[in-house]
């Protein structure tokens, strides 16, 4: 059996879902894949892959093999480009996961640069507001606002957002405009639910002094857009990122409050797991990121 054969094939059958899937883009027989696996699993003594009549799966130690072999096949792809062209050129496919406000508002833009410049790279980029975890879902990397998550994540801050509190005028023409951060909590708070404490806001006031409050509200919801569209509809007060509330400022559908209390900007960061090699094309992304938001701070609005 050829052990890195064996493998390309594995990683193969995970990528496409299935046996027959994976022995078509190979140019192989669907038994040749078959027993190039099961050689696979014989040589280590461990069940990859949970098979059934309509679908495979990864057992754990699949997965962790699935990981190593990834990292290892991308590792010798670039080693051989490197001695051939004495280059790195991204290849293969980028996986990336982002908010989803912040990725289809700001990470797009930066995206469709990129890919300009690199034709033959593939994206697989998942949009969503909860914690990815990246090796578990073989993603290669994330974009993060606030806490990056695991510490044993790499982050490079490649920009950074304002907190913005606001309301809509209607609302406060009905409830009265807060002018101290203690008078939040007789008001109608809407809240993110994958904030570290999604009932405190934190604020700092223009001497540094800080203030914890604990609010409350009639919504609770895991997306930063739908919580300013609420707040906007008069529904009650928000903190939204300001590439979120911008816009429904400048359209004056909310209105900022406190403007003395402010909380500390958000990192965004390019959050990557930690690895002695890192791949061409996650090296050459972030390293574009940080450049192409410099060049263009004015996206994201101050």
């Known amino acids: ?53 309509r679908r495979i799966s990864l057992t754990e130690s699949g997965q962790a093999y699935y990981q190593r072999c990834l990292q290892l096949l991308a590792d010798l792809a670039e080693t051989e480009e490197m001695v051939s062209t004495n280059t790195a050129n991204p290849r293969g496919t980028l996986r990336l996961t982002a908010p989803l406000s912040f990725g289809a508002s700001h990470l797009a833009p930066a995206l469709g640069e990129f890919a300009r410049l690199h034709p033959t790279l593939k994206f697989d980029v998942m949009l969503s507001d909860r914690i990815v975890d990246l090796v578990e879902e073989g993603m290669d990397l994330a974009i993060r606002i606030g806490a990056i998550g695991n510490l044993n994540l790499v982050a490079r801050r490649i ?9 809509s005028p209607d609302y406060l023409v009905r409830r009265g405009t807060p002018v101290t951060p203690e008078e939040l909590a007789g ?31 009639p919504v609770l919801a895991n997306n930063g857009t739908v919580l300013a569209e609420l ?12 590439f979120i509330a911008k816009p429904l400022i400048d359209d004056g559908r909310l209105q900022t409050l406190l403007p003395d209390w402010e909380p500390e900007p ?13 791949s061409a094309k996650v090296r050459s992304f972030v390293d574009f990121l940080g450049n192409w938001f410099s060049r263009n701070s004015h996206t994201i609005p101050a």
Not at 159 to 165: E, M, Y
């Open 266 to 278: 958000l990192p965004i960061c390019a959050v990557y797991p930690s690895r002695r090699h890192l």
């Open 231 to 242: 707040a906007a509809a008069g529904l009650g007060i928000t903190f939204a990122p300001d």
């Open 187 to 217: 008001h109608d708070c809407l809240s993110y639910s994958y904030a570290a404490d999604s009932n405190t806001w934190n604020f700092r006031n223009t001497a540094g002094i800080e203030n914890r409050i604990k609010v409350t509200g």
């Open 159 to 167: 920009s950074s957002a304002r907190q913005l509190l606001c309301a």
């Open 1 to 53: 059996m050829d052990r890195f054969e064996a493998m390309q094939v594995f990683c193969k059958v995970v990528e496409v879902g299935s046996f027959a899937g994976a022995a078509d883009r190979l140019g192989m027989s669907t038994s040749a894949v078959s027993r190039l696996l099961a050689q696979l699993e014989n040589l280590l003594d461990a069940r990859l892959l949970n098979r059934t009549t």
